[in-house]
Every structure is written in C-alpha cells, then in structure tokens.
T-cell receptor, first 114, second 113 residues
Framework: NAGVTQTPKFQVLKTGQSMTLQCAQD?????MSWYRQDPGMGLRLIHY???????DQGEVPNGYNVSRSTTEDFPLRLLSAAPSQTSVYFC?????????????FGPGTRLTVT | AQSVTQPDIHITVSEGASLELRCNYS??????LFWYVQSPGQGLQLLLK??????LVQGIKGFEAEFKRSQSSFNLRKPSVHWSDAAEYFC???????????FGTGTRLTVIP
C-alpha cells in the first residue's frame, strides 16, 4: 500500500512551458485535491475532485487545470508556467461523503519557474 | 467563511520544556479540527483530530489538543518536547460533507538542546 504518490519530486521550468504533476493513490479514496504551499501562507487549495469525472475549483485555481478519469489518478496541469507558480505542490486524498475524514498527503513536488 | 489563525510564526523551546501552539478558527457551525506536522522536506502527517465528544484529544507522538468552543481555539500541547519535534505545525478546519480543509499559515518549531 503506497498511499499517495507524486511525481516528479523536483522540477524546474522556464516561463511559458507546460507540464503535468502526477498524483496517484491506492486507497480507493473518492476525494482528491491539490494544494500549493508558499512561505507564510500555509496550504491553499487549488482544485479538488469528489470522484471520477467530477472536479471543482478551490481557492487559487487560476493557471491550473485538472481532470479525474480514474479513481486512482488526479494530475495537475500547468498550461503556461509563470514565476508566481514557483511553489511546493501537495496532493491529498480521503474518503468522501457526509462525514469528515482524514486527508492523506503525498510527499510533494517542488516546482521552480524561472 | 472558514478561516484559521496561527498567531505564532516561529517558536523556540528548549528540549524537555513544555509546548503550546495556538490555533484560533472562525466557523459558524461545529468545526472539525486537525493538527498536521510537516518535517523538513516531507509531506504532512496527521497528529490528531477533533470531530465531536471529549474536548481533549490525544494524538501521536505524545501530543494533545483541547477544543474550546467559547474561545474558538484548538491549541496543541506537549508536556516535554524532544529534539525530533522540530518541524512546522499546521492547524486546519473542515466541516462534515465537505472534504476541503482550510489551513492556518503554520508555526515553525525550533528545539534547542
């Protein structure tokens, strides 16, 4: 049981380049989300999904796209990277429903945009 | 709207001393509260959570937290800090039926020998 995995661990992009951050979980969790972590700002929600085929925007969605074609995978796409997107990105997953469930976090991807 | 305030950006304590990290939340209904810890270069690990019931909750690594509705607080405590507790600590609030969590800005803990 690997939990939540993220690839790559580190990435450097030039302004304007595109890339996809990968996230996968093997816990059969319905809910998955992406956060970015910036110094002094904690974690902010980018996008989330409550199941395959369902996604929604979080607090800071601009510049990012997501899709959820399977329960296991929730990739985050940067269409045209900007220096403001330099950050550490965390993927998380949990059960969904009327309860409140613990979120499990991946190890993070450190992205630098030059 | 939900929000979380962690008023202390950085705290330094001596090894063996007690610790209290503050967390205040803003939420109209019954909040669901979490404390996570992040070691350098690592992801976030859940320390403890409060959903309902006993307002004093025990977590891993000897941590505990107390929910005080009247003060809108959920402070994290440990009676004796170990050098391995040096990390960043995040308080978060959520609600039933909505999986999204709102995080505070974090408190960085330094432990000196």
């Amino acid at each position: 049981n690997a939990g939540v995995t993220q690839t790559p661990k580190f990435q450097v992009l030039k302004t304007g380049q595109s890339m996809t951050l990968q996230c996968a979980q093997d816990m059969n969790h319905e809910y998955m989300s992406w956060y970015r972590q910036d110094p002094g700002m904690g974690l902010r929600l980018i996008h989330y999904s409550v199941g395959a085929g369902i996604t929604d925007q979080g607090e800071v969605p601009n510049g990012y796209n997501v899709s959820r074609s399977t329960t296991e995978d929730f990739p985050l796409r940067l269409l045209s990277a900007a220096p403001s997107q330099t950050s550490v990105y965390f993927c998380a997953s949990s059960y969904a429903g009327q309860g409140v469930y613990e979120q499990y976090f991946g190890p993070g991807t450190r992205l630098t945009v030059t | 709207a939900q929000s979380v305030t962690q008023p202390d950006i950085h705290i330094t304590v001596s090894e063996g001393a007690s610790l209290e990290l503050r967390c205040n939340y803003s939420y109209g209904a019954t909040p669901y509260l979490f404390w996570y810890v992040q070691s350098p270069g690592q992801g976030l690990q859940l320390l403890l959570k409060y959903f309902s019931g006993d307002t004093l909750v025990q977590g891993i690594k000897g941590f505990e937290a107390e929910f005080k509705r009247s003060q809108s607080s959920f402070n994290l405590r440990k009676p004796s800090v170990h050098w391995s507790d040096a990390a960043e600590y995040f308080c978060a609030v959520g609600r039933a039926g909505a999986n999204n969590l709102f995080f505070g800005t974090g408190t960085r803990l330094t432990v000196i020998p």
